[in-house]
């Protein structure tokens, strides 16, 4: 007989939850901008580039329409192009790879730690040529990269360091926030993530004034002035609407992280002993922000479809790993080149977590991922 879900649905996250908290501020936010007028650039850009510099302890933000944007007109800032290349992890969203492509450098992937799924810096010390420009390391899943070693590795080569950190507002490395690690720092506010917007949008952040500056021209048409353009740009403006938005939710971002942390802390404690499942690493001196809490399991697929029947939705960050994408076959890299990534991508699972979330939610999960892990 077929299994009947009964119980509430259990989302991967849930949007609308956070919503209700904060929609009267919101609207009042939107309200602002449109009775205003103020669509493009302007003061709530403004003061939404300056909170969220603030926020990350760094002295520049400079908001842009996407993460994918600040990943590539990051590099664009740095000189990156035709002819350099770029080393990045192969188990990341499909824009980590493509922001190198679109600056026209090439894509060089190294595999990663297994354990805490970051790029792996001996890894990358062997992927180093002459031709190496940075190394874009991803804090996945909000976790920090091995920072320490990978500015190492960039003192010693003459490199740049370009932290992907789209999934990990917040988090920290030795007392450090990521943004202010590497050169230069490039998150997301996609609605999904830790401060997300109601559509798409961006950030580039940075201690390094000339940087900075360069990305401010680059997502403006290569200008300062309104009629003269100094260098060939884009359109790449945060929308002042998002920008109002992510003025609101950035006040409660650290809020919203410390119940990710506390949900995190408690599935590590639920489900710690569960015989066939790994709960994540998270190394000494960092902060992770979960971004997405993911444990390691044999036969993954089976945990997943039996999680769906207890309504219980899941994800997988991600199945295929870049270097296998059809998109990026021409690089002709076959399974088998980074092992690391691709036993992880044929074992990770993704639970709900969001910051509203309650502990009764967290616990229906790990007694259903308990029950049948086995
Ligand atoms: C979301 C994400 C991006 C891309 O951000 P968009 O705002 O969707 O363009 C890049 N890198 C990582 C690791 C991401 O999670």
């Known amino acids: 007989m077929e299994r009947i879900a009964t119980a509430e649905k259990i989302r991967l996250v849930d949007l609308g939850a956070q919503y209700q908290a904060i929609h009267k501020e919101i609207w009042s ?31 520049f933000a400079i908001g842009v329409a996407s993460g994918t944007d600040a990943l590539t007109l990051s590099l664009k800032a740095l000189e990156i192009g035709p002819g350099d290349e770029v080393i990045t992890a192969p188990n990341s969203a499909f824009p980590t790879a493509e922001a190198i492509t679109l600056t026209g450098a090439k894509v060089v992937f190294a595999d990663i730690n297994p354990d805490t799924f970051n790029i792996d810096p001996a890894e990358v010390e062997k992927k180093i040529t002459k031709k190496t420009k940075a190394i874009m390391p991803v804090h996945l899943y909000g976790l920090p990269a091995q920072m320490d070693e990978l500015e190492e590795l960039c003192r010693t080569h003459d490199l740049k360091l370009v932290e992907d950190a789209a999934q990990a507002h917040g988090a920290e490395y030795k007392g450090r926030r990521v943004g202010t690690i590497g050169n230069v720092a490039c998150f997301s506010f996609y609605p999904s993530k830790n401060l997300g917007a109601y559509g798409d949008g961006g950030a580039v952040v940075t201690n390094d004034e000339a940087i900075a500056d360069k990305a401010r021209m680059l997502r403006n048409h290569g200008r ?46 639920l489900l710690s002993s569960v015989e066939n499942v790994i709960t994540p690493t998270i190394p000494a001196k960092m902060k992770s922000v979960h971004h997405v809490y993911v444990i390691r399991v044999r036969d ?34 076959e399974s088998g080149s980074f092992p690391k990534a691709e036993e992880a991508t044929s074992t ?27």
């Open 348 to 374: 990770i699972l993704s639970l709900p977590l969001y910051p509203e979330m309650s502990k009764e939610q967290v616990e229906r999960v790990a007694d259903a991922v308990k029950q049948h892990a086995k």
């Open 300 to 333: 993954r697929d089976n945990l997943r479809k039996k999680l769906k029947e207890d309504n219980i939705d899941t994800g997988i960050h991600y199945p295929i790993p870049l270097h296998l994408q059809p998109a990026l076959a021409y690089m002709g890299l």
């Open 224 to 269: 300062h002035e309104k009629y003269c353009h100094e260098i060939e740009g884009c359109n790449s403006r945060l929308d002042a609407l998002q920008a109002a938005i992510l003025s609101v939710k950035l006040k409660y971002l650290d809020e919203w992280n410390k119940k990710r942390r506390q949900h995190a802390r408690y599935y590590d404690e």
């Open 29 to 59: 936010a939107m309200r602002n901008v449109v009775e205003n007028s103020a669509f493009v650039l302007g003061k709530h850009v403004k003061d939404f580039e300056g909170d969220f510099a603030a926020f990350c302890n760094a002295r």
